[in-house]
T-cell receptor, first 111, second 115 residues
């Protein structure tokens, strides 16, 4: 009964390194989302995928790329990590007009 | 430009009393509102929602009220329990069209319920 699984749970990077955050859902949901959470700012949408094969920018897409590999998986890539990308990253999925289900997050620190 | 605002960073209540968490929004296109609850080191979990065609929705101890003219919603928890201590996020969305369920979140309110 996994729901939304994010890997890794923690990661420390050096400035300029690249990294891919993985997300998989086992609920057969069509839509998937990536958010970042920073202190005092709530969650902000980075990218989303309304359905398999489509992706689109959210509120804060700069510095990120995404891939909707198949219906289950939606990855987020940092090509050249910057300290400003230190954050907690949450993946979510949704079916039709139901509420989004979230994973437990990836805590990313960039030195 | 913060389209969804939770102006109280924290709230402390006694067990058994009512907790009232508030949320304001500015975007008139929002027509669906949700509350999520978040424990440390976990992802947000859905609590309750309300669409703009209603002004109240109840689920057990949780009630959400929507005042469209004031662009304000509130979450009432009665009675509050220590296990309710968490961060509560208000979120808003526009149903249909090209919204694709995208959520805009408030900053969150830390609720502490004292035994």
């Amino acid at each position: 009964n996994a729901g939304v699984t994010q890997t890794p749970k923690f990661q420390v990077l050096k400035t300029g390194q690249s990294m891919t955050l993985q997300c998989a859902q086992d609920m057969n949901h069509n839509s998937m989302y990536w958010y970042r959470q920073d202190p005092g700012m709530g969650l902000r949408l980075i990218y989303y995928s309304a359905s398999e094969g489509t992706t689109d920018k959210g509120e804060v897409p700069n510095g990120y790329n995404v891939s909707r590999l198949n219906k289950r998986e939606f990855s987020l890539r940092l090509e050249s990590a910057a300290p400003s990308q230190t954050s907690v990253y949450f993946c979510a999925s949704r079916q039709n007009n139901q509420p989004q289900h979230f994973g437990d997050g990836t805590r990313l620190s960039i030195l | 430009d913060q389209q969804v605002k939770q102006n109280s960073p924290s709230l402390s209540v006694q067990e058994g009393r009512i907790s009232i968490l508030n949320c304001d929004y500015t975007n008139s296109m929002f027509d669906y509102f949700l509350w999520y609850k978040k424990y440390p080191a976990e992802g947000p979990t859905f609590l309750i929602s309300i669409s703009s065609i209603k002004d109240k929705n109840e689920d057990g101890r949780f009630t959400v009220f929507l005042n469209k003219s004031a662009k304000h919603l509130s979450l009432h928890i009665v009675p509050s329990q220590p296990g309710d201590s968490a961060v509560y996020f208000c979120a808003a969305s526009a149903i249909g069209g090209t919204s694709y369920g995208k959520l805009t979140f408030g900053q969150g309110t830390i609720l502490t319920v004292h035994p």
